[in-house]
């Protein structure tokens, strides 16, 4: 199935229309009293859609309660670390909103990865619906995309884009050294929706490239996400679409 491509003027219209959509699929959650499964993306991209959810009308209207809130990845630092995607995602989001704290699954990165790597995904099964193949799913899972082609913390040339059967792993961040937990591509593939969210125009031949299946494309980490069971959305900015629109134009 082809991706889906929605194309904004700026990264405040992606917020707005991404909390729209948020707002409609939690109150389906509610109508049927159904937990809804998020996980967000670390990252300054995700900030404007966070400050969007905290202020009215989603902060009062939002049936926050059926939400359970996960992370795709994160640094191993302390959640007071500037560098900490929880941290990041506490104060702009988490501070304003009335989440009951048993719905917030935080991805320790102050502790051992490898030993963390595992009781997260400890608690993924035990949280979240499973497949009839034994693979639990989100209902919506968020991504960004770094300026080498990374999502989640999936590098080029990590051996985590080779794992199969974990749900989470240990990558290491190629310039710095630094040690990450991450979601690993099967775990991605399983949820329902998964949108990439990209801004600027720095990320825009990495966009054209991946969504075009180009050669450089295919071997980058974000083009190895396809669904088994949903969708695949790219949320770009007019920037970010450049030179995917120019292309399309010309096609």
């Known amino acids: ?18 909390a729209d959509e948020l707002q409609v699929a939690m109150d389906q959650a509610k109508l049927k009293h159904h937990n809804f499964y998020l996980a967000v993306s670390g990252g300054i ?9 905290a202020q009215t009308p989603y902060q009062s209207k939002i049936a926050w309660r059926y939400l359970h809130l996960f992370w795709g990845d994160e640094r191993c630092v302390p959640a007071d670390n500037p560098q900490s995607n929880y941290g990041l995602t506490r104060y702009n989001l988490l501070e304003h909103l009335d989440i009951p704290e048993r719905n917030i699954h935080r991805l320790c990165g102050e502790v051992d990865p490898v030993a963390e790597a595992c009781r997260y995904a400890e608690e993924i099964k035990n949280t979240l619906p499973i497949t009839n193949r034994g693979w639990p799913w989100f209902d919506w899972i968020l991504l960004g995309l770094g300026n080498d082609g990374h999502t989640a913390s ?11 059967h974990d749900l989470c792993a240990v990558s290491i961040q190629p310039d710095s050294g ?20 990209v801004t600027g125009e720095s990320k825009a031949g990495l966009v054209a490239d991946i969504i075009n299946q ?9 083009a190895k996400v396809r ?7 790219w949320y770009l900015d007019s920037m970010a679409a450049t030179i995917w629109t120019t292309r399309h134009l010309k096609e």
């Open 227 to 233: 669904s088994e069971r949903g969708i695949v959305e």
């Open 214 to 222: 180009t050669k450089t494309g295919q071997l980058l980490p974000a």
């Open 45 to 53: 991209t995700p900030i404007t859609f966070y400050k969007q959810l």
């Open 178 to 197: 630094q040690k990450r937990i991450t979601f690993t591509l099967p775990l991605i593939n399983h949820a329902r929706r998964i949108t990439f969210l």
């Open 1 to 18: 199935m082809k991706p889906v491509i929605k194309i904004f003027h700026t990264d405040i219209e992606m917020a707005e229309k991404l």
């Open 154 to 164: 999936l590098f080029p040339g990590s051996p985590a884009l080779k794992e199969k």
